[in-house]
């Protein structure tokens, strides 16, 4: 992107600032921000509390790292889920989270995911009993593996919106989906 994806602007908030809010608004506790790259720069411009805050020091080695991080961080709790939004899919809402929760709640399945039109979407609830899978996986291949190996357990929740599947990687994605928004 060029830039820490968690600065770029939605609206009067940082992409990161939104998606904790709307966590937060979906009664989810704790929310975390697990942050690697500009950690310090991140913090300072968002205004993140220090106990929201996991840092990841193996940050370059991947999105698992992040990931397992974030775990790491959870394990103590009595957490038995963890909702996985990626900072680079700011268009999450409220709604969705709370559909997945009570999807979880109703099934106990081991992942929870919105589909829309046939796509896996994000965010993503992944239950505790995953969790070691997910630590121990090929940091080649990261979760998306251990998700693909429980497709056959998850349930899914139908989105029509197609904002689950927000995917901003570079400054062209980024100027294409603001533009759709003006």
Known sequence: MGRPKALLPIGTELF??????????????PVLVVLGHAADEIVQAAGIPP?????N?????????????????LEPTAAEALVLALVDGPDISTLVVRRLMERFWATRAPVVEPIHEGKHGHPILI?????????SADPE?????VIRRHRDEAAQVEWDDPSVLTD????????????SRR
């Open 141 to 145: 291949v990261g979760a998306k593996e």
């Open 127 to 135: 239950a505790r009993s995953l969790w070691p899978e997910i630590v």
């Open 168 to 179: 901003l990687d570079t400054p062209a994605d980024f100027d294409a989906w603001a533009a």
């Open 51 to 55: 106990d929201a805050i996991v840092l």
């Open 57 to 73: 020091p193996a940050y370059q080695s991947g999105m698992l790292s992040s990931i397992v991080a974030g775990i790491r961080a």
């Open 16 to 29: 990161v600032q939104r998606i904790r809010r709307v966590l937060l608004d979906a009664a989810l506790n």
